[in-house]
Nanobody, 121 residues
């Protein structure tokens, strides 16, 4: 059974940093691309970042480039999202999702339950 469990969310002040983690199990983690998607209160899903199966290629939405960095540790079956210089508009539930292939453009077939990030003073 595929399982994706996010952690690391919480309350942070504007300008602060957080690192989200996503522990994966039930599939060969190193064979699949992974993504982060977020949903702000009252808004739709927003794709944030994608990383290839090897970790050698990444892509970020224009709105977060330079502020959020995706990475992975295939030895630990874990996906990360480093979030810096957070703004109130970054407040959202952050989901990790497994892609259907080795590139994030393959679409997402499994999702975690999400972790809430709240940026507020």
């Amino acid at each position: 059974e595929v399982q994706l469990v996010e952690s690391g969310g919480g309350l942070v002040q504007p300008g602060g940093s957080l690192r989200l983690s996503c522990a994966a199990s039930g599939f060969t983690f190193s064979s699949y691309a992974m993504t982060w998607v977020r949903q702000a209160p009252g808004k739709g899903l927003e794709w944030v970042s994608g990383i290839s199966s090897s970790g050698g290629y990444t892509s970020h939405a224009d709105s977060v480039t330079g502020l959020l960095t995706i990475s992975r540790d295939n030895a630990k079956n874990t996906l990360y999202l480093q979030m810096n210089s957070l703004k109130p508009e970054d407040t959202a539930v952050y989901y990790c999702a497994k892609a259907g292939g080795s590139w994030w453009t393959a679409g997402m077939d499994y999702w975690g339950r999400g972790t809430l990030v709240t940026v507020s003073s």
